[in-house]
């Protein structure tokens, strides 16, 4: 088989957690996550891949056998929070005993190993930087939780846009970012990767490819739910617009993977990359 580089690693990933459960009403709504996971599933599976999950600790408990499946289908499972707390509405103790249910919860429902994390939100930053610690004290290895730019939401502005070794010996791999105008953006994940015109998202991945990084994504099971009944969605402050591009273009995804995935851009899990940065290293 030929040996391809590390970075040259596309590192699909899908962010494993159900919003519906964050309404004040959430039996209101259908369970979709179960549906949707096993589209992701069935793609995978027709291209020959293997992704991470990154998985929260009650979807691992509601739907034990789903995990089961993602992790005897070779997928990785990685930790995702136990209910989804960004990292700054926790404390350093708090953050410890939540990654501690959300470890146990995937190991239960059958991941075979727990190496990484990633944080509700991108929510690591530079003021929740502790976290790293943590990450290494429950024997993690890599976290993939930041996202280098200004953001409406969350941000680590200065952080470089290549992956880097922080406290506690965590690789931390920073999600791909591209150059629109004024405005940097996730341009492969979840609404940017949407709403972002197509060749502009390819222009990102060719850029990559030149500069030997990897490309770092994150995707939603209702990323792909072009059928789902509208709501608010949770944690946008109410706003309207994000709320439209919640629900934009959603039916187009599998099309722009399958777009991405013929730039030969080879998939891996975050775990396998992380070994290979190592042997490469060595
Ligand atoms: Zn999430």
């Not at 979709?32 to 992704?51: A, Y």
């Not at 990785?76 to 708090?94: F, N, R, W």
């Not at 944080?119 to 930053?125: D, E, H, Q, Y």
Request: charged share 25%.
């Amino acid at each position: 088989m030929l040996h391809t580089p590390a970075e040259s690693t596309f590192l699909f990933s899908i962010d494993l957690e159900d919003i519906r459960l964050r309404l004040d009403n959430p039996s209101r709504y259908e369970e979709r996550v179960p549906l949707n996971t096993h589209r992701f599933l069935d793609w995978l599976r027709r291209i020959g891949q293997k992704c991470t999950f990154f998985v929260t600790g009650d979807m691992a408990e509601l739907y034990p056998s789903l995990i089961g499946e993602i992790a005897s289908q070779g997928h990785e499972v990685a930790c995702h929070t136990y209910d989804h707390i960004p990292l700054d509405k926790q404390t350093p103790s708090q953050f410890k005993r939540d990654l501690e249910k959300n470890i146990s919860a995937l190991l239960k429902a059958g991941a075979v190993k727990v190496e990484g994390f990633r944080a509700p939100i991108f929510s690591l930053t530079s003021q929740t930087q502790w976290a790293y610690q943590v990450l290494a004290d429950l024997g993690l290895v890599y976290s993939s939780s930041v996202l280098p730019a200004r953001n409406p939401f969350y941000g680590w502005e200065d952080f470089g846009f290549k992956p880097r070794r922080m406290p506690g010996g965590i690789l931390e791999i920073p999600v791909t970012m591209g150059h629109f105008g004024p405005l940097v953006l996730p341009a492969v994940g979840g609404v940017y990767f949407r709403a972002l015109p197509f060749p502009s998202i390819k222009r990102i991945v060719r850029r990559c490819q030149r500069e030997g990084i990897p490309l770092v994504s994150y995707f939603h099971p209702y990323d792909i739910d072009a059928e789902q009944e509208r709501y608010m969605t949770p944690g946008i402050n109410e706003s309207r617009f994000y709320n439209f591009l919640m629900y934009f273009n959603r039916s187009k995804v599998f099309e722009r993977l399958d777009g991405i995935m013929r730039m030969g851009f080879p998939m891996g899990t975050y775990s396998e990359y992380v070994e290979k940065l190592k042997s490469e290293m060595a």
